[in-house]
Structures are given as C-alpha cells and as structure tokens.
C-alpha cells in the first residue's frame, strides 16, 4: 500500500461549530438589514416568506444550492425587491448585507486541537480543503496550512458527488489510497470519500453527534472524538 501524501478536510463542523458561526453570521446580517433597509426585516421575522423565495430561486436555478454565497445574497435581494426598491438599490443593499454576513462568517471559533492537528500534519503531508459551503480557507489564514482549497461552489457540484474528491487526487497527482479525507459526515464525507477509494477519518464528538437526529451506520478507517486524536488517527492508516 502506497504511503498516504495527501489529507483533505471538511471545514464545518470538522474544524469548528457551525451553529455558532452561521448564527452569529445571520445576526449580524440581519443587525445590519435593520438598518439600512429596516421594512425587510419583517419578512425575515415571518420565516415562511424568505424559505418560499429561497425555495422559488432553487426552481429557477437548481445549481444554485451549490453556491451558498449567491444563494444568501439573491435572497435578500428577492426579499429586499419585495419591499419595493428598485433593482439598483435593492442589488447594492443585498452585497452590502452579504458582506457583513460573510465577515462574520470567518469569525470562526477552533475545535481544540484543530490548529496544533494541521501544523504538525502539514509538516509531513500535502494539505488541503474540501467543502460545499462558503467559508474561504485562505480569508482564515488556513493557506498556512493547506496548499489547495476546492468548494462546491467552484467544483460546480458539492459532496457526495465525486468531483471534489477526484479534482483534490487529480491536483497532487495521486491514487485514492494514498490520500485521506477527514469529516464529520457520515455521507457527504465518510461514505463519498470512500466511494471513491480514499481512507477517512470519521470526527465524531459529542457536538457533532448533538447535531445528529438519528444514529448512524458507517465504517469509516478510523473514527476520532476530537481532534487531539487526528495525528495518532493518520499513524494508524499509516501502519495498515
Ligand atoms: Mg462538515
């Protein structure tokens, strides 16, 4: 068995809470909607009319579920249009609100150990990233770590779909076996990486089963509770 050169890796939920970003991201969004465009604000409060204009979108462009940036900024812009400014205004209000949401976006919090895991791995391996949703590695200072980055949203299709996986093996120039993927998905990560023939590393700690609503089934190589675990995790695929 070739030795592994190359870990790709999830980033929410994997390296940090999602909830807590994406909830403070919304906050901060919708803080900044009050302000500049305060009428809005009540269609977010009434849920069921921004998920009917977010679902309409998905209709009209189905590919859009795999840009989350567009998909959240064209929102607001539906939602915005819909209080009656013009398309102008209502395109200008909508980046303005995307931006704010996007920098709170990157306030990340770390999982303990996630950033002493990817310095001691990136000394001995090839690292890089693998996510469908938008938060961009190198806007985190993660290029210190990871020399490549692939998103749904560039790859035009996010996990499970192979594409990700197979751009990250046809950029190092690697088989599968020599590659690991770390996540905490049981289908978008675990299952979709081995698909394609790559080892895993299954994250799966008390917050990430809090997020679970029923249990799962998989195999994944080597399954961790924290990342304090995940250079110990790697030795073992090394030593199969
Ligand atoms: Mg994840």
């Given at each position: 068995m070739p030795r592994i050169r190359v870990i790709t890796f999830d980033l929410d939920n994997t390296l940090w809470d999602v909830r807590t970003v994406i909830g403070n991201a919304e906050h901060r969004m919708r803080a900044w909607l009050a302000e500049h465009v305060p009428e809005v604000i009540e269609l977010y409060e009434d849920g069921a009319v921004i998920q009917q204009i977010r679902d309409e979108l998905i209709s009209e462009q189905p590919a859009v579920v795999h840009d989350l940036s567009t998909l959240r900024e064209e929102v607001v812009f539906r939602a915005v249009r819909r209080c009656g400014r013009n398309e102008n205004a209502a395109r200008q209000l909508a980046q303005g609100?995307?931006?704010e949401f996007f920098e709170a976006r990157h306030e990340v919090e770390y999982f303990d150990g996630a950033l002493e895991a990817l310095a001691a791995?990136?000394?001995?391996?090839?690292?890089?990233?693998?996510t469908n949703g938008n938060a961009d590695a190198k806007k985190l200072r993660l290029d210190?770590?990871?020399?490549f980055n692939f998103t749904a949203a560039g790859v035009g299709i996010g996990k499970p779909a192979p594409d990700m996986f197979q751009a990250?093996?046809?950029?190092n120039g690697v088989s599968a076996d020599a590659?690991?993927?770390i996540g905490d998905h049981p289908v978008d990560d675990i299952q979709a990486a081995q698909n394609v023939g790559m080892h895993t590393v299954w994250t799966?700690?008390?917050v990430q089963r809090s997020m679970r609503r029923s249990e799962v089934v998989i195999e994944p190589t080597v399954e961790i509770e924290e990342l304090?675990?995940?250079?110990?995790a790697i030795e073992q695929i090394e030593a199969l």
């Open positions: 609100a995307f931006c791995l990136s000394k001995r391996y090839t690292l890089g990233s693998l210190r770590f990871f020399s990250a093996l046809r950029h590659a690991v993927h799966n700690g008390p304090a675990e995940l250079t110990g």
